[in-house]
């Protein structure tokens, strides 16, 4: 699948690792649709670079439908989805107030893992439609989880089980999606520098920097968006979850 000329639809794309996401396409000829939060920075992304942005709610069915009706009659089609729009949540099970809220787990799971698949359905249904390729494909879809979903962290239950879900479905959705010429991968990343970290002390983003093997660095967002485009365009990558971490193993804590 050519960037140049498709349309991809990116969710969380007004921040971090999806803005990041919608100015490679951008940059590399495709037509972007920005689906984030109303309140989010989406306008301004979407003007910078040439796209459209799309208020929802990814874990609103009919919010969800209504954006990608804006982006096939507005850009043309719906070639790619990037799903990057969730949440970090840090709660322990066990904490000295009691237990864990359920509705922080609820909630990470519905954002995380429902909000992705909401997504993935809706956007599966309309890349169906469209004409293949010279190589049979119709769309190509890219979740992303994280290395909580193989390592998680004292506090990530709630975060670490909506990411595993990811990466747990994204085989059984490949293979659902195979004979409708509809790819679907997913990123783990590692440690990014993102809108989420900054909120962290520079002493801590030193910290986590450190246990980075190589390179000894936060991830960069444009990292993200560089494997994000290679993805789109190997067609072989398929029914994958890729780490992208620099070779961390996160410890307990």
Do not use: W
């Not at 989406?42 to 459209?52: L, S, Y």
């Not at 004979?179 to 440690?191: D, E, K, M, Y």
């Amino acid at each position: 699948m050519k960037i140049r000329g498709s349309v991809a639809l990116v969710t969380g794309g007004a921040s971090g690792l999806g803005e990041a996401t919608v100015r490679r396409f951008a940059e590399g000829g495709g037509r972007v649709a920005i689906l984030d939060r109303p309140q989010s920075e989406g306008e301004r992304v979407a003007k910078e670079t040439g796209g459209i942005f799309c208020p929802a709610d990814v874990t609103s069915g009919e919010q969800v439908e209504q954006a990608l009706k804006a982006t096939v009659e507005k850009l043309g089609g719906l070639q790619i989805v990037v799903n990057c729009a969730g949440v970090g949540t840090a709660a322990r099970t066990i904490t000295k107030q009691g237990a864990m809220p359920l509705e922080i787990f609820k909630k990470t799971v519905e954002i995380n893992l429902i909000g992705t698949f909401n997504v993935i359905r809706l956007a599966a249904a309309r890349m169906a439609e469209s004409a293949p390729n010279e190589e049979g494909e119709r769309g190509v879809i890219i979740n992303t989880a994280s290395v909580a979903a193989f390592e998680g962290q004292i506090g990530q239950a709630a975060y670490s089980a909506s990411k595993g879900g990811v990466v747990s479905m994204t085989l059984p959705i490949a293979r659902d999606l195979a004979s409708l010429g509809v790819r679907c991968v997913t990123i783990a990343p590692g440690t990014f520098d993102t809108p989420m970290l900054a909120l962290l002390s520079e002493e801590a983003r030193v910290s986590l920097a450190k246990d980075v093997p190589f390179p000894r660095r936060l991830g960069r967002p444009t990292e993200f968006a560089a494997l994000a485009a290679h993805i789109v365009e190997n067609a072989m990558l398929n029914g994958e979850t890729i780490r992208l971490d620099g070779a961390i193993r996160m410890p307990p804590k």
